[in-house]
């Protein structure tokens, strides 16, 4: 349920982010509807495949979009799958997404897909230990190993969800591939980490690659949510205020270097680290 | 021969020519102004590029032009020719990246080939000529409105090209262009110049992907360009200024509300360009990225605001009477920043020069007497554009055009771009560039 929700909602939130920004910089903008256009349209285009690739340039944006879709179906915000260790389950089926369009990149043989797949293997790398060490802190302060038995934010855990939510922002914006760690809207090839994987996909191929985009940053809001205390007010709130705050990044943000990656990355991982030290130790503030 | 080495290691190359059979090296020192010093050759020359790397790019296109054979030379490859075979020379085990010629933002094409390591580029090679149209050939028998035509798409910048072609040939006729028109010139030049570094550091905050400040100063210029159409008629200042005066006279009403317009905007843009370059994250990105030093710049021959955010304190308005007293904006340290820096400081200080011109302007005519051009007679200019110094040099016949020689401050600056990206990381090769933000079409002619 949560996952069609999410499949629907996902052009309105990129479309609107842009809107958003547009706004913030004193321009009109586009059609926060834009990005449902944008998908009819490509879907609706030719596509042309690189002569040197195999059928994986294919089938990658396809098993995106699907990694994406199987990872929703386990967030419980709406009545869902659920079992002990699920949320491991779904921060693998994310990253198969990712390891299906890093192959399809190499496919390629262009300089660039190469260039973008190991930049983006380096960012998952180093957003992958914050995600699953905030999960599982706040799954052992819940004594829960399912999304849908995590206990809800409270002076109980303020400590270790803070610590937990921080390193699931800062994964946020690595996985979507967002300002400061790559910029969405640049033309410049060698700063490119996510779209220099999709330059040469085109058509129905590119529409799948941005509604999985899309679909991937509502499931990390999604867990962010689920964290939360307003009950089925939580998604909407989180909605709203990582709406918000992606578009003022992304306006009086600067870009990071690349190269300072593993330094923003790391306060992602500390974050996950104590976190869990947390609840082992049983701090309590 | 000595001479010419003596005068190379004191001053900086600024054309070299080759009319059979001679060569003539214009080079410019300090104490003594831009000297003429002749070379005879028939078939071969000795080339200097090894010790005076600045002469390395003139002497290909010379030997591409007029197969006259540089002696010794280090590098001879073709410069714009794409006939000829152009060997790369790579780096034995490192990984080559190709970049270009087509990019995928609308910008112009050339090629950049790296040998990276990693993500460290450790060298990098600079092809272009892919925009060679033969501007100087075409020129060669046009009337000077069709010399001007050519010479306004050039390069990037349509007013100083005008303006340094027009004064070549009043230096050649001995044409005196009244006070009223040699003002109104600067102003539209002043005026290109702000809009030019306004595109530069938009496209340098693009570039980092800080939108913001990139459309509040993409959004200045656009309305400079404005004004200089309510000017001009163009918003690029195109068919403003011809041999003997301009095109254009605007009246007072004109004058008063440019005079407004500009002082909010230079305001505005202020403001913006002091916050936004104070921005830490902005100076995270910009220090130390894309080094070149004062003994490079030099050695390269470097002009205009790549020179002086090097610490080369070169700027050819220092000897326009005009603008007396004229002190060149100089930052030290030659990287992304200082050249930011000097872009938007020169900016402040085209406002108050833009302020000075219109509030003096001096009433009387826009175009000198006629008179009856000389049968032959040839003339030099050189003119600060945005970029740097641009030179013409022309022979005319009559009133045409027998022979013309052009050099774009972009032909000297681009080696200087293989320099600063050395050791700099890949992603930030792009905003090195942009730092530069030099004219393709202009190298190419």
């Given at each position: 349920m949560t996952a069609l929700l999410f499949l629907l909602i996902a052009p309105l939130f990129t479309g609107s982010l842009k809107w958003l920004k547009a706004r913030l910089q004193n321009r009109l903008g586009p059609d926060p509807l834009y990005d449902y256009r944008n998908l009819y349209k490509l879907w609706h285009k030719a596509w042309i495949r690189p002569s040197p690739s195999s059928p994986i340039f294919v089938w990658a944006p396809v098993m995106a979009l699907l990694g994406a879709f199987l990872a929703a179906l386990f967030l419980p915000l709406l009545p869902g799958?659920?079992?002990?260790?699920?949320?491991?389950?779904?921060?693998?089926?994310?990253?198969?997404?990712?390891?299906?369009?890093?192959?399809?990149?190499?496919?390629?043989?262009?300089?660039?897909?190469?260039?973008?797949?190991?930049?983006?293997?380096?960012?998952?790398?180093?957003?992958?230990?914050?995600?699953?060490?905030?999960?599982?802190?706040?799954?052992?302060?819940?004594?829960?190993?399912?999304?849908?038995?995590?206990?809800?934010?409270?002076?109980?855990?303020?400590?270790?969800?803070?610590?937990?939510?921080?390193?699931?922002?800062?994964?946020?914006?690595?996985?979507?591939?967002?300002?400061?760690?790559?910029?969405?809207?640049?033309?410049?090839?060698?700063?490119m980490?996510?779209?220099?994987?999709?330059?040469?996909?085109?058509?129905?191929?590119?529409?799948?690659?941005?509604?999985?985009?899309?679909?991937?940053?509502?499931?990390?809001?999604?867990?962010?949510?689920?964290?939360?205390?307003?009950?089925?007010?939580?998604?909407?709130?989180?909605?709203?205020?990582?709406?918000?705050?992606?578009?003022?990044?992304?306006?009086?943000?600067?870009k990071l270097r690349y190269l300072r990656l593993p330094d923003l990355m790391s306060y992602s991982t500390l974050s996950g680290v104590l976190a869990v030290l947390g609840v082992v130790l049983r701090f309590r503030i | 021969m000595d001479a010419l080495i003596e005068a190379l290691s004191q001053g900086r190359l600024v054309a070299l020519d080759y009319q059979a059979p001679t060569l003539r090296y214009f080079v410019e020192r300090a104490e003594k102004g831009l000297e003429v010093l002749e070379l005879e050759a028939t078939t071969t020359f000795p080339s200097l590029a090894r010790d005076f790397p600045a002469l390395d790019w003139f002497e290909r296109a010379l030997w591409e032009a007029h197969g006259l054979h540089p002696e010794g030379h280090p590098a001879l490859k073709p410069l714009r020719?794409?006939?000829?075979?152009?060997?790369?020379?790579?780096?034995?085990?490192?990984?080559?990246?190709?970049?270009?010629?087509?990019?995928?933002?609308?910008?112009?094409?050339?090629?950049?080939?790296?040998?990276?390591?990693?993500?460290?580029?450790?060298h990098m090679e600079?092809?272009?000529?892919?925009?060679?149209?033969?501007?100087?050939?075409?020129?060669q028998g046009q009337g000077l409105a069709q010399a001007l035509l050519l010479a306004e798409r050039a390069g990037g910048e349509s007013v100083a090209h005008a303006l340094a072609l027009a004064q070549a040939v009043e230096a050649a006729w001995g044409v005196a262009v009244p006070p009223r028109a040699q003002?109104?010139?600067?102003?539209?030049?002043?005026?290109?110049?702000?809009?030019?570094?306004?595109?530069?550091?938009?496209?340098?905050?693009?570039?980092i992907g800080y939108a913001y400040a990139a459309t509040q100063v993409g959004k200045v210029r656009a309305l400079l360009q404005g004004q200089l159409e309510r000017l001009t008629g163009h918003r690029y200042g195109r068919n403003a200024i011809g041999p003997g005066g301009v095109y254009f006279d605007p009246d007072r009403g004109t004058q008063d509300e440019l005079q407004d317009?500009?002082?909010?905007?230079?305001?505005?843009?202020?403001?913006?360009?002091?916050?936004?370059?104070?921005?830490?994250?902005?100076?995270?990105?910009?220090?130390?990225?894309?080094?070149?030093?004062?003994?490079?710049?030099?050695?390269?021959?470097l002009v205009g605001p790549a020179a002086r955010a090097s610490g080369i304190a070169r700027d050819l308005r220092q000897e326009d009477p005009l603008y007396q007293p004229f002190s060149p904006v100089v930052r030290s340290g030659g990287d992304v920043l200082a050249r930011a820096q000097v872009y938007s400081e020169e900016v402040r200080q085209s406002f108050a020069y833009l302020e000075r011109f219109l509030a003096e302007l001096p009433s009387g005519p826009v175009w000198a007497k006629e008179a009856a051009p000389p049968p032959a007679a040839e003339g030099y200019s050189r003119v600060e554009a945005g970029r740097g110094e641009v030179f013409y040099w022309v022979r005319l016949e009559g009133a045409r055009v027998?022979?013309?020689?052009?050099?774009?401050?972009?032909?000297?600056?681009?080696?200087?771009?293989?320099?600063?990206?050395?050791?700099?990381?890949?992603?930030?090769?792009?905003?090195?560039?942009?730092?530069?933000?030099?004219?393709?079409?202009?190298?190419?002619?």
């Open positions: 799958f659920s079992f002990a260790g699920d949320f491991l389950v779904l921060a693998y089926l994310l990253n198969l997404g990712r390891f299906f369009q890093v192959l399809a990149a190499l496919d390629t043989g262009s300089a660039f897909g190469g260039q973008g797949s190991y930049r983006e293997s380096l960012v998952a790398v180093l957003a992958e230990p914050g995600t699953l060490l905030a999960l599982g802190a706040a799954a052992l302060a819940s004594s829960q190993l399912s999304l849908a038995g995590l206990a809800p934010l409270s002076a109980e855990n303020l400590l270790v969800y803070t610590l937990a939510l921080v390193a699931l922002a800062l994964a946020l914006v690595a996985e979507g591939a967002r300002m400061p760690v790559d910029d969405p809207t640049t033309h410049l090839e060698l700063t980490i996510h779209e220099a994987q999709l330059l040469d996909h085109s058509g129905p191929l590119l529409a799948l690659y941005e509604l999985a985009a899309g679909l991937k940053m509502l499931v990390y809001l999604g867990l962010i949510a689920l964290l939360m205390p307003l009950g089925a007010w939580s998604f909407p709130l989180v909605l709203l205020l990582g709406w918000l705050a992606l578009g003022y990044l992304e306006t009086y943000g600067v | 020719d794409h006939q000829k075979p152009y060997p790369f020379d790579p780096i034995e085990g490192l990984h080559e990246v190709p970049v270009g010629p087509v990019h995928a933002g609308i910008i112009e094409p050339g090629h950049f080939r790296f040998s990276v390591l990693g993500e460290q580029i450790l600079v092809r272009l000529g892919y925009q060679h149209r033969g501007l100087e050939a075409q020129m003002v109104l010139r600067r102003v539209v030049l002043e005026l290109e110049r702000i809009f030019g570094h306004l595109g530069h550091l938009a496209g340098l905050f693009t570039d317009a500009l002082h909010d905007l230079g305001r505005e843009v202020g403001a913006h360009l002091q916050a936004a370059l104070k921005h830490p994250m902005v100076l995270d990105r910009m220090r130390y990225v894309g080094p070149v030093s004062e003994a490079q710049a030099r050695l390269l021959g027998a022979r013309a020689r052009l050099v774009d401050p972009s032909f000297k600056n681009w080696r200087a771009l293989e320099i600063a990206v050395r050791g700099m990381g890949l992603p930030d090769f792009p905003l090195i560039n942009k730092s530069f933000d030099l004219s393709y079409a202009g190298c190419d002619l």
